[in-house]
């Protein structure tokens, strides 16, 4: 079967791999040439463990291709895919902009029979609005579905081929059957149910998980004011089965591509339907807030606050794993102490490059290849992220003597005690 993809980002080309990996034909479009030409030769332009190796395989076995061409890209398809970005708006609204348009350009190429679905995050509704513009440019009869997507960054691949659950969400029997036969080689669950619904259950489910986060974070902060200890407090209530261990721990907030804008985007969505002053709105506020709040608090602990430190920051996506920097809390946090005052030198294992430009221009910004460079001379150690590189590291060894050097441990990865036994003024999360 003939399957077409719209859109090769994560999402996008993770299921064409996948798909083509049982036997389909698969061809991804996209509208970045330069992204079409590297595909087309084996190079993926982000870092996700496995997806080049699948790519790679996958071209040889003639399974796979790629066009910025739709008409080439959407003739003959049973199925085609819109997998593009929904951005969040100024006002936190999701913008469909991308999913509009490429709705309209597939729209002279479908014919009857062909299933249209959409796997990116949408609103309830958008199926209507898909409808309509699909109507407005052809004649033929094709159907609607829509397929939520919930693999993580990092372990895209695997998540995709070995899901939870599959989630068709479609009004006719005939597009769930053929796309609930297309998962059957997954194994998981198959969960049959309406469009809204399962354009829902995707802003529900990444909601629950963000909610966790704020609330461990929240906890964090009254155990910092209780003399408490959040890792403790965690491990006490992880025992009960309705709680659990996993996906419970604090830092400095929830960041991504996912997270920040399908928490924005559902409080947008419950106020638009008169649900103002909702769970989600407060969420997404105290997300934010968080970074710059603890680093306020930390500027009152040390001596001479920011101003005039030098600042070794360890860890630039938003969590291991990926090269992503999309909401990466290095991101919010080093225009913060560049203002207070400080300059920071840089390292992360993968990022090479910082994305945001006003802060990769700024001088006083610097990145260097290993750790032992960035802590070389650094008044402030801060471990953001948990690389495995970052979390291994020996910060024993070069605690430099003659400095009153402070530690900030982001994701509670170090023990406090060596630390300070070490000579660093340590600073943990909710400890
Ligand atoms: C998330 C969802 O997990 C996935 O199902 C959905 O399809 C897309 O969004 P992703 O953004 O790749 O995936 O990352 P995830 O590993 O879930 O982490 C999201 C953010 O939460 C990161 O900033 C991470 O550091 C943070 N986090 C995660 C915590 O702060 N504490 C935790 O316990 C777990």
Request: charged share 25%.
């Amino acid at each position: 079967m003939k399957i077409t993809i719209i859109g090769t980002g994560f999402v996008g080309l993770t299921s064409a791999v996948v798909y083509a990996s049982f036997g389909h034909e698969i061809c991804g479009i996209d509208i970045d040439q330069r992204k079409i030409d590297l595909l087309n030769q084996g190079v993926v332009t982000f870092y996700e463990p496995k997806l080049t190796e699948m790519v790679q395989d996958e071209l040889e076995r003639g399974k796979l291709s790629f066009t910025t061409d739709y008409k080439e890209g959407v003739s003959g398809a049973k199925i085609v895919m819109v997998c593009v970005g929904t951005p969040s708006r100024e006002d936190g609204s999701v913008d469909t902009a991308y999913i509009e348009a490429s709705l309209r350009e597939m729209a002279k190429y479908i014919t009857d029979g062909t299933i249209v679905v959409i796997k990116s995050t949408v609103p309830p509704g958008t199926l209507d609005l898909a409808d309509q513009i699909l109507k407005s440019e052809t004649k033929a009869k094709y159907s609607l579905a829509s397929l939520p997507e919930f693999l993580k960054e990092g372990t895209a691949v695997d998540d995709t081929l070995y899901p939870d659950r599959t989630v068709i969400g479609a009004d006719d029997d005939e597009t769930m059957e053929v796309l609930a036969e297309l998962h059957k080689p997954l194994k998981a669950p198959i969960v049959k149910i309406s469009p809204r619904s399962a354009q829902l259950a995707k802003y529900a489910a990444n909601n629950y998980l963000a909610s966790r986060i704020v609330f461990v974070n929240e906890i964090a902060n009254v155990c910092e004011k209780a003399g408490a200890n959040i890792d403790e407090v965690v491990e006490a209530i992880g025992y009960e089965k309705r709680i659990g261990k996993h996906y419970w721990y604090p830092g400095l907030g929830y960041g991504g591509s996912c997270f920040p804008k399908d928490v924005k985007g559902l409080a947008n969505i419950a106020d638009g339907l008169g649900l103002e002053g909702n769970l989600f709105a407060k969420l997404d506020e105290l997300n934010s807030e968080r970074p710059v709040q603890i680093f306020e608090r930390i500027k009152k602990e040390i001596e001479g606050g920011w101003q005039g430190k030098k600042v070794a920051m360890l860890g630039l996506s938003f969590k291991p794993g990926t090269d992503d920097q999309r909401v990466a809390p290095a991101l919010i946090v080093a225009p913060y102490l560049l203002a207070e005052g400080a300059s920071i030198i840089s390292y992360d294992p993968m990022v090479k490059r910082i994305a945001d430009e006003k802060i990769a221009e700024s001088l006083r910004y610097n990145q260097v290849e290993t750790i032992e460079e960035a802590v070389a001379d650094a008044d402030v150690i801060i471990a953001l992220i948990e690389w495995s590189q970052i979390v291994g590291f020996n910060f024993k060894a070069t605690k430099v003597k003659e400095k009153q050097q402070v530690f900030i441990d982001a994701r509670n990865q170090f023990d406090k005690a060596e630390l300070t036994k070490a000579g660093y003024q340590y600073f943990g999360i909710g400890k």
